[in-house]
């Protein structure tokens, strides 16, 4: 994720803080912890991708259907086209 562990555990306790993931012991090693995302956390997801959409949309209205394509084939040429699965 290329962020520290500090980092990271501050922004899963923050959103364990706001309800939108659980943390629970992992039963195979208790040094660790599942952080599972919850219905709250789910909802804030599915919104955000409905906002994404519609500006999305807006955007290849602005700029046309090729230019947006071209764009964002060049993003995934700079980052990558891998995504973070939370399942």
Do not use: C, N
Not at 29 to 38: G, S
Not at 43 to 55: P, S, Y
């Amino acid at each position: 994720m290329s962020v520290t562990k500090q980092a990271a555990a501050k922004t899963i306790s923050l959103l364990e803080e706001r309800r939108y993931v659980t943390r629970e012991p992992d039963p195979a090693d208790r040094r660790r912890a599942r952080i599972r995302v919850t219905d709250r956390g789910l909802a804030m997801l599915q919104a955000g991708e409905a906002i994404f959409d519609e500006l999305r949309q807006g955007w290849e209205q602005q700029v046309g259907t090729a230019s947006l394509y071209s764009l964002e084939e060049t993003l995934r040429e700079l980052v990558g086209d891998k995504t973070i699965r939370l399942d």
